[in-house]
């Protein structure tokens, strides 16, 4: 099993950067695969980034446009969320998922990750 705690949030102002970490617990982490989610308020939660077992394959959602970068330390059991050139609608609580299916056939859907952190809030001002 894994353990999450994000952290990292906070506010900027629109076009500025953030990351976001997420640490775990578990000797098994490498081989989890770790997505990172956002939600924010009176929207559903949506997929943002994912990464494979070994951080050779990643996915990012369409509204990503290349801002953003995802990537994972195996040997300190941390995944970060880099962010660029940030919205104000990239405004919502950030969370980060770890799923045990492989990432062999596609991004995995939210109900395939059976771990998820607190959430961290990130909020982007005009």
Do not use: H
Request: aromatic letters at 12%; charged letters at 15%.
């Amino acid at each position: 099993q894994v353990q999450l705690v994000e952290s990292g949030g906070g506010s900027v102002q629109a076009g500025g950067s953030l990351s976001i970490s997420c640490a775990a617990s578990g000797r098994t982490f490498s081989t989890y695969t770790m997505g990172w989610f956002r939600q924010a308020p009176g929207k559903e939660r949506e997929f943002v980034a994912v990464i494979s077992w070994r951080g050779k394959i990643t996915y990012y959602a369409d509204f990503v446009q290349g801002r953003f970068a995802i990537s994972r330390d195996n040997a300190k059991n941390m995944v970060y969320l880099q962010m660029s050139t940030l919205k104000p609608e990239d405004t919502a609580v950030y969370y980060c998922a770890a799923s045990s299916r492989p990432l062999v056939a596609g991004i995995i859907p939210p109900d395939g990750y059976a771990y998820w952190g607190q959430g961290t809030q990130v909020t982007v001002s005009s």
